[in-house]
Nanobody, 124 residues
Framework: VQLQASGGGLAQAGGSLRLSCAAS????????MGWFRQAPGKEREFVAA????????YSGDSVKGRFTISRDNAKNTVYLQMKSLKPEDTAVYYC??????????????????WGQGTQVTVSS
């Protein structure tokens, strides 16, 4: 699986951005897709994940109610809609993929495939 993230940029606090992650290679629908982020000097943090059917999604505590993950299997693309952005959301955002199965989605070690990252900067 090859992943290409896009859509990052500069936003003001309270604003919105939408990230996209285009996948190619193996059958996209067999994978759970996730978003992680990493701020300077911090560990990579779980943001959200979604099952192959799109029926179940998970969000990290810091983004619940503000970020929404979705996927379009026909387009092999996963999205992260970010609203009510805060300066602390500033980070490099990575999309990732892991084989479907299991009940743990927040552990980055379970994700075998990673995109290159896209920078999101939120100004106050």
């Amino acid at each position: 699986v090859q992943l290409q993230a896009s859509g990052g940029g500069l936003a003001q606090a309270g604003g919105s951005l939408r990230l996209s992650c285009a996948a190619s290679g193996r059958i996209f629908s067999e994978y759970v897709m996730g978003w992680f982020r990493q701020a300077p000097g911090k560990e990579r943090e779980f943001v959200a994940a979604i099952t192959w059917s799109g029926g179940i999604s998970y969000s990290g505590d810091s983004v619940k109610g503000r970020f929404t993950i979705s996927r379009d299997n026909a387009k092999n693309t996963v999205y992260l809609q970010m609203k009510s952005l805060k300066p602390e959301d500033t980070a490099v955002y990575y999309c990732a993929a892991k084989r479907a199965g299991g009940s743990v989605y927040f552990d980055r070690r379970l994700y075998a495939y990673w995109g290159q990252g896209t920078q999101v900067t939120v100004s106050s």
